[in-house]
Protein backbone atom coordinates (compact mmCIF):
# COMPACT_ATOMS: atom_id res chain seq x y z
CA UNK A 1 0.00 0.00 0.00
CA UNK A 2 1.46 3.50 1.06
CA UNK A 3 4.87 4.15 1.87
CA UNK A 4 5.77 5.02 5.23
CA UNK A 5 3.79 8.05 7.50
CA UNK A 6 5.15 9.95 10.37
CA UNK A 7 3.27 11.85 11.90
CA UNK A 8 3.18 15.22 13.18
CA UNK A 9 5.43 16.37 10.43
CA UNK A 10 6.38 19.38 12.56
CA UNK A 11 6.75 19.90 16.36
CA UNK A 12 7.95 22.40 18.80
CA UNK A 13 8.28 22.08 22.03
CA UNK A 14 9.61 24.04 24.92
CA UNK A 15 12.05 22.40 26.63
CA UNK A 16 11.57 20.08 29.37
CA UNK A 17 8.31 19.03 27.54
CA UNK A 18 7.81 15.34 26.71
CA UNK A 19 6.80 14.92 22.83
CA UNK A 20 5.75 11.18 21.17
CA UNK A 21 6.48 11.03 17.50
CA UNK A 22 4.59 8.54 15.44
CA UNK A 23 5.55 6.05 12.36
CA UNK A 24 3.42 3.85 10.36
CA UNK A 25 5.50 1.39 8.42
CA UNK A 26 4.57 0.01 4.71
CA UNK A 27 2.03 -2.56 5.95
CA UNK A 28 3.63 -6.21 6.48
CA UNK A 29 6.83 -4.71 7.14
CA UNK A 30 8.62 -6.73 9.92
CA UNK A 31 11.76 -4.40 10.89
CA UNK A 32 10.99 -0.84 11.95
CA UNK A 33 14.11 1.89 12.11
CA UNK A 34 14.18 5.36 13.84
CA UNK A 35 16.99 7.58 12.54
CA UNK A 36 17.81 10.65 14.06
CA UNK A 37 18.68 13.66 11.42
CA UNK A 38 20.34 16.85 12.27
CA UNK A 39 20.69 19.79 10.14
CA UNK A 40 24.01 19.47 7.22
CA UNK A 41 23.88 15.53 8.73
CA UNK A 42 23.29 11.69 7.49
CA UNK A 43 20.88 9.82 9.66
CA UNK A 44 22.27 8.31 12.49
CA UNK A 45 20.74 5.36 14.11
CA UNK A 46 18.85 5.10 17.06
CA UNK A 47 16.97 1.96 17.60
CA UNK A 48 15.41 -1.12 15.67
CA UNK A 49 12.23 -3.19 15.92
CA UNK A 50 11.57 -6.54 14.58
CA UNK A 51 8.37 -7.14 14.73
CA UNK A 52 7.42 -6.13 18.65
CA UNK A 53 10.44 -6.65 19.56
CA UNK A 54 13.29 -3.92 20.22
CA UNK A 55 16.27 -6.11 18.99
CA UNK A 56 19.06 -2.79 19.32
CA UNK A 57 18.55 0.23 20.78
CA UNK A 58 22.72 1.43 21.57
CA UNK A 59 21.56 4.43 19.43
CA UNK A 60 19.03 5.91 21.54
CA UNK A 61 21.63 8.95 23.07
CA UNK A 62 20.46 9.29 26.59
CA UNK A 63 17.52 7.44 28.96
CA UNK A 64 14.84 10.31 27.94
CA UNK A 65 14.56 8.58 24.43
CA UNK A 66 12.21 5.90 24.46
CA UNK A 67 10.53 3.53 21.36
CA UNK A 68 7.85 1.23 21.66
CA UNK A 69 6.05 -1.50 19.16
CA UNK A 70 3.16 -3.15 20.67
CA UNK A 71 1.90 -4.57 18.17
CA UNK A 72 4.39 -5.33 15.79
CA UNK A 73 3.37 -2.46 13.35
CA UNK A 74 2.83 0.97 14.43
CA UNK A 75 5.69 2.61 16.62
CA UNK A 76 6.15 5.77 18.66
CA UNK A 77 9.58 7.63 19.51
CA UNK A 78 9.19 9.46 22.71
CA UNK A 79 11.32 12.29 24.44
CA UNK A 80 11.18 13.16 27.75
CA UNK A 81 12.11 16.58 29.06
CA UNK A 82 12.78 17.89 25.65
CA UNK A 83 16.50 19.65 25.57
CA UNK A 84 17.77 21.88 22.39
CA UNK A 85 20.34 19.33 21.13
CA UNK A 86 16.99 16.91 20.63
CA UNK A 87 16.20 19.44 17.99
CA UNK A 88 16.36 17.31 14.91
CA UNK A 89 14.41 15.45 12.02
CA UNK A 90 13.41 11.95 13.46
CA UNK A 91 13.37 9.85 10.21
CA UNK A 92 11.12 6.09 10.14
CA UNK A 93 12.01 3.53 7.83
CA UNK A 94 10.87 -0.14 7.32
CA UNK A 95 11.70 -3.26 5.09
CA UNK A 96 11.61 -6.98 5.68
CA UNK A 97 8.09 -7.72 3.75
CA UNK A 98 6.72 -10.89 6.29
CA UNK A 99 7.94 -13.95 4.53
CA UNK A 100 11.05 -12.35 3.36
CA UNK A 101 14.96 -13.98 4.51
CA UNK A 102 16.51 -11.52 6.44
CA UNK A 103 19.26 -10.36 3.67
CA UNK A 104 17.18 -11.09 0.68
CA UNK A 105 15.47 -7.50 0.57
CA UNK A 106 18.00 -5.00 2.87
CA UNK A 107 16.10 -1.58 1.38
CA UNK A 108 14.90 0.37 3.76
CA UNK A 109 11.87 2.68 2.79
CA UNK A 110 12.03 6.07 5.17
CA UNK A 111 8.96 8.21 5.93
CA UNK A 112 9.56 12.31 5.30
CA UNK A 113 10.60 12.34 9.01
CA UNK A 114 9.19 14.50 11.71
CA UNK A 115 11.23 18.11 12.38
CA UNK A 116 11.69 18.62 16.26
CA UNK A 117 12.63 21.88 17.40
CA UNK A 118 13.10 22.48 21.30
CA UNK A 119 13.15 26.30 22.32
CA UNK B 1 34.85 1.60 14.00
CA UNK B 2 32.29 1.31 11.31
CA UNK B 3 32.68 4.92 9.07
CA UNK B 4 31.35 5.80 5.73
CA UNK B 5 33.46 9.40 4.18
CA UNK B 6 31.29 11.37 1.45
CA UNK B 7 32.80 13.73 -1.20
CA UNK B 8 33.01 15.98 -1.91
CA UNK B 9 30.28 17.91 0.49
CA UNK B 10 28.77 20.06 -2.20
CA UNK B 11 28.69 20.22 -6.40
CA UNK B 12 27.64 22.11 -8.52
CA UNK B 13 26.78 21.46 -12.20
CA UNK B 14 26.18 23.43 -15.05
CA UNK B 15 22.97 21.30 -17.16
CA UNK B 16 24.93 18.35 -19.05
CA UNK B 17 28.29 18.36 -16.84
CA UNK B 18 28.92 14.82 -16.06
CA UNK B 19 30.63 14.17 -12.93
CA UNK B 20 31.45 11.42 -10.26
CA UNK B 21 30.19 11.58 -6.04
CA UNK B 22 32.42 9.37 -3.96
CA UNK B 23 31.60 7.07 -1.01
CA UNK B 24 34.67 5.79 1.05
CA UNK B 25 33.95 3.13 3.56
CA UNK B 26 35.71 1.08 6.71
CA UNK B 27 32.78 -1.74 7.83
CA UNK B 28 33.23 -4.84 9.02
CA UNK B 29 32.02 -7.33 6.88
CA UNK B 30 29.88 -5.02 4.22
CA UNK B 31 26.41 -6.37 3.58
CA UNK B 32 25.38 -3.82 1.64
CA UNK B 33 26.23 -0.22 0.22
CA UNK B 34 23.29 1.86 -0.32
CA UNK B 35 22.85 5.05 -2.18
CA UNK B 36 19.59 7.64 -1.13
CA UNK B 37 18.55 10.93 -2.92
CA UNK B 38 17.34 13.29 -0.40
CA UNK B 39 15.26 16.18 -1.06
CA UNK B 40 14.42 19.00 1.68
CA UNK B 41 12.43 18.46 3.57
CA UNK B 42 11.81 15.01 2.86
CA UNK B 43 12.59 11.54 3.87
CA UNK B 44 15.54 9.42 1.79
CA UNK B 45 14.42 7.98 -1.35
CA UNK B 46 16.07 4.50 -2.13
CA UNK B 47 18.16 4.38 -4.97
CA UNK B 48 20.68 1.71 -5.24
CA UNK B 49 21.97 -1.27 -3.47
CA UNK B 50 25.51 -2.91 -4.23
CA UNK B 51 27.03 -6.00 -2.24
CA UNK B 52 29.92 -6.94 -3.92
CA UNK B 53 33.06 -5.33 -5.37
CA UNK B 54 32.93 -4.66 -9.11
CA UNK B 55 28.74 -4.91 -8.94
CA UNK B 56 27.16 -1.87 -11.14
CA UNK B 57 23.53 -0.48 -11.29
CA UNK B 58 22.18 1.84 -13.56
CA UNK B 59 18.84 3.73 -13.41
CA UNK B 60 18.16 6.69 -16.10
CA UNK B 61 21.35 9.06 -15.66
CA UNK B 62 22.51 7.58 -12.95
CA UNK B 63 25.24 4.48 -12.24
CA UNK B 64 26.80 3.54 -9.05
CA UNK B 65 30.04 1.36 -8.82
CA UNK B 66 31.59 -0.81 -5.53
CA UNK B 67 34.82 -1.47 -5.02
CA UNK B 68 36.25 -3.04 -1.80
CA UNK B 69 37.24 0.50 -0.33
CA UNK B 70 34.73 2.49 -1.93
CA UNK B 71 31.45 3.52 -4.15
CA UNK B 72 30.97 5.75 -6.46
CA UNK B 73 27.77 7.51 -7.86
CA UNK B 74 27.84 9.01 -11.51
CA UNK B 75 25.69 11.02 -12.95
CA UNK B 76 25.77 10.96 -16.56
CA UNK B 77 24.44 14.86 -18.46
CA UNK B 78 22.50 15.79 -15.48
CA UNK B 79 19.67 17.91 -15.51
CA UNK B 80 18.28 20.33 -12.60
CA UNK B 81 15.78 17.77 -11.21
CA UNK B 82 18.68 15.81 -10.27
CA UNK B 83 19.42 18.52 -7.33
CA UNK B 84 19.42 17.34 -4.35
CA UNK B 85 21.65 15.50 -1.57
CA UNK B 86 22.83 12.25 -1.92
CA UNK B 87 23.60 10.23 0.70
CA UNK B 88 25.55 6.76 1.01
CA UNK B 89 25.54 4.03 3.81
CA UNK B 90 26.87 1.10 4.79
CA UNK B 91 25.42 -2.05 6.33
CA UNK B 92 28.01 -4.03 8.14
CA UNK B 93 27.82 -7.69 9.64
CA UNK B 94 28.42 -6.77 13.12
CA UNK B 95 25.79 -5.41 15.04
CA UNK B 96 22.27 -4.57 14.41
CA UNK B 97 20.72 -4.23 10.62
CA UNK B 98 21.22 -0.76 10.70
CA UNK B 99 22.91 1.78 8.08
CA UNK B 100 25.72 3.75 8.67
CA UNK B 101 25.33 6.88 6.46
CA UNK B 102 27.55 9.63 5.48
CA UNK B 103 27.12 13.07 5.44
CA UNK B 104 25.84 13.35 1.82
CA UNK B 105 26.82 15.24 -1.22
CA UNK B 106 24.40 18.18 -1.52
CA UNK B 107 24.46 18.55 -5.72
CA UNK B 108 23.16 21.52 -7.51
CA UNK B 109 22.32 21.17 -11.46
CA UNK B 110 22.42 24.97 -12.68
CA UNK B 111 20.10 24.91 -16.48
Known amino acids: GAGVSQSPRYKVAKRGQDVALRCDPI?????LFWYQQALGQGPEFLTYFQNEAQLDKSGLPSDRFFAERPEGSVSTLKIQRTQQEDSAVYLCASTLPRGKREGSYNEQFFGPGTRLTVL | EDQVTQSPEALRLQEGESSSLNCSYTVSGLRGLFWYRQDPGKGPEFLFTLYSAGEEKEKERLKATLTKKESFLHITAPKPEDSATYLCAARSQTGANNLFFGTGTRLTVIP
Open chain 1, 27 to 31: SGHVS
